[in-house]
């Protein structure tokens, strides 16, 4: 149906719009109701793996939420994202491959959604949706990368690849630091649940973005209760590699999880949506640990079944029929074609996609969903990390060594049939050497400047993993994620942040840092190239590590600390690509100092209006 509100919205001229106003029942006379478009709910699990759902057989836990999910809708069966974090949402954000859309890591810039794609956000917000994102997001912090930037009206979260301390630490809420409140995947969910309450009354996008189980393992004792002592039934497909404490933990956080689900899906059936909303919950990527997943190979971080295979359930009541097993090969790349058709949103673009609609697949009542695994499919969809690449079309799974299995028959990967199936064996090699090419695979990734003064956000936040350290400062934790610096030596010791100011003028610098009671009377710098701010310590902080009193197993991701805003004061930028530089000029000035010096997390820069004031 055209889209006529649209017409009177271009007519503002006297009678032209008495006209249109006058005709539109004329118009509309005699063409069938439309139904109101359904709002859609997209929940993502950080590192969940296939076998982390009771319903998918694992009996160390119980998850009544997602398994009642599952019953009342559709369960996938194959269905694949990528290894790790940053590719997967890239791809469920867009329809494209994550090489397609400039993302080739998970951290040092590298993470950033090229922002001339379009997102599900953007297509459906520009049809009329309100939409929020709360939880992890992992594609970009500053503008235009960040999710306020891409179609999102609202989110409430972090921007990292993981986050440092799950209880009342710092979140980004609009573009700006604030405190959560307690446990961060009950704060993302309690936000989400207060968000609809004030958007239900038009249509809606939801992301709810979990953290967990990602690590550290952090989960409140309500969970960690029942998983504390407990003996693990079902076990690791290698159990010499499985970590007791830390599945325990991992199972811990996903009933935390599934509970959390539960609140929001009770809530939309109290507000009486049910019938007008679809639900969708998948993870990121395979397990982030050796635990039970129902004999699959490979974990988080793997191209193999285990590393890429995730739960997909999909609910719209009405219209889904209640426990629909969907057996054919899909992935992340097909929610954004999948959603905007089920939510009737045009896609201009389609042949840009790389993912297919699977509405028909949903809704239609005569599809022979059932079926066992098909065989003779042309479609191949590809797994990639880290250089390796991994096909999977029809019941095979070509690996990233050239070895073929055929998963109908043998789902664990035991059993090489290259030889036995040359032709599939050298379709899907040719077809993974194509990819390669076709994607850019190879090609060296430069550093490239992270934008300063972006239009769009007010503030522009620059925080440690996006910085380098020179001289004696370093960083703490090889995982830039969360991390900070210390370990300051001298005045030529720095944290640099190299950027691209797109709009010059004056900007009011603040620093979150953790403040020693020996760095009392130092003095911190920012450095520009046409200018600096400056200002003396006069007050200590806690510099105790938070994090390791609520772990449950030793983290591999550094501790992170109460660090505190302190004021730079006003530096001029100018325009165009530079390094911005903090030094720290010590009260002591003795040749080697006897403590690391404050700890620096992040730095934000908020560009004053002309005739503001200091």
């Known amino acids: 149906m055209p889209d006529f509100f649209a017409c009177l919205r271009g007519q503002r001229q006297g009678r032209k719009w008495l006209v249109v106003v006058t005709a539109l029942p004329v118009l509309l006379a005699g063409l069938p109701a439309r139904s109101a478009p359904p709002n859609v709910v997209l929940i993502v699990a950080d590192d969940l793996g296939w076998g982390d759902l009771s319903h998918n057989g694992n009996t160390n836990l119980h998850t009544p939420a ?42 040092e810039g590298l993470e950033r959604l090229n922002a001339t794609r379009p997102t599900i956000a953007d297509r459906f917000r520009a049809a009329g949706y309100a939409t929020a994102a709360f939880g992890k997001w992992h594609n970009g912090t500053q503008a235009p990368h960040h999710p306020l930037c891409r179609g999102f009206d609202e989110f409430y979260g972090f921007t990292s690849g993981h986050w440092g301390h799950y209880y009342d630490f710092w979140l980004d809420h609009n573009g700006e630091l604030e405190k959560g409140n307690g446990y961060a995947a009950d704060d993302f969910t309690d936000h989400a649940i207060d ?49 007791f404490p830390h599945t325990r933990a991992a199972l811990a956080m996903c009933e935390n999880l599934d509970h959390n689900v539960g609140r929001l899906l009770e809530h939309v059936k109290t507000l009486g949506l049910e019938e007008q909303t679809i639900i969708v919950f998948l993870s990121d990527n395979g397990p982030n640990g050796h635990r039970w997943n129902d004999g699959l190979k490979g974990i988080k971080g793997s191209v193999e079944e285990g590393g890429v295979r995730s739960p997909l359930l999909v609910r719209w009541t009405g219209k889904i029929p209640p426990g629909r097993v969907v057996s054919t ?32 697949e949903l809704l239609d009542q005569t599809a022979a969903l059932n079926a066992s695994l098909p065989v003779g499919t042309d479609r191949i969809l590809y797994s990639h990390w880290a250089g390796r690449i991994a096909a999977r079309s029809g019941g095979y799974l070509r690996d990233e060594r050239g070895r073929l299995y055929d998963l109908r028959i043998d789902p664990i990967q035991q059993h090489n049939v ?14 993974v050497n194509a990819w390669r090419t076709r994607m850019e695979i190879d090609r060296s990734h430069e550093a490239v400047p992270f934008l300063v003064g972006r239009p769009g956000l007010p503030i522009t936040p620059l925080p440690a993993r996006d910085a380098v350290g020179t001289g004696h400062v370093r960083r703490s934790n090889r995982y830039p994620n969360c991390s900070y610096f210390s370990g300051w030596r001298s005045p030529e010791d720095r944290v640099v942040w190299h950027v691209d100011v797109e709009q010059a003028g004056r900007y009011e610098a603040t620093l979150f840092a953790a403040i020693p009671a020996a760095s009392v009377g130092d003095r911190l710098t920012l450095h520009t190239p046409t200018g600096k701010a400056t200002v003396t310590l006069t007050q200590a902080t806690d510099t105790r590590p938070l994090g390791a009193a609520a772990d449950r197993t030793p983290r591999q991701e ?57």
């Not at 992935?331 to 609609?357: F, R």
Request: aromatic content about 6%.
């Open 66 to 107: 997602l398994d009642q999910l599952s019953a009342e809708g559709a369960t996938f069966k194959r269905f694949y994202v990528q290894p790790v974090c940053a590719p997967t949402r890239a791809e469920l954000l867009t329809g494209c491959y994550h090489p397609r859309v400039g993302v080739s890591g998970v951290s």
């Open 329 to 360: 090969n899909s992935a992340a790349i097909d929610l954004t074609p999948t959603l905007t058709q089920l939510a009737d949103i045009p896609l201009p673009d389609v042949t840009e996609l790389d993912g297919i609609s699977l509405a028909d």
């Open 195 to 243: 968000w609809i309450d004030t958007q239900h009354t038009k249509p809606f996008l939801l992301l709810l973005a979990f953290n967990t189980p990602h690590s550290p393992m952090q989960v409140p004792d309500r969970w960690w209760a029942s998983h504390a002592a407990q003996e693990l039934v079902g076990r690791a497909t290698e159990p010499s590699k499985e970590d």
């Open 418 to 431: 290259a030889q036995q199936h040359p032709a599939i064996s050298a379709r899907l090699s040719a077809a």
């Open 558 to 614: 550094g501790d992170v600390l109460d660090f505190h805003p302190f004021r730079l004061g006003v530096v001029p930028l100018q325009r165009g690509p530079q390094s911005l530089s903090l030094g720290v000029t010590p009260v002591k000035t003795t040749a080697v100092r006897d403590h690391e010096g404050p700890a620096v997390w992040h730095l934000s820069l908020r560009r004053m209006a002309a005739d503001e004031k200091p």
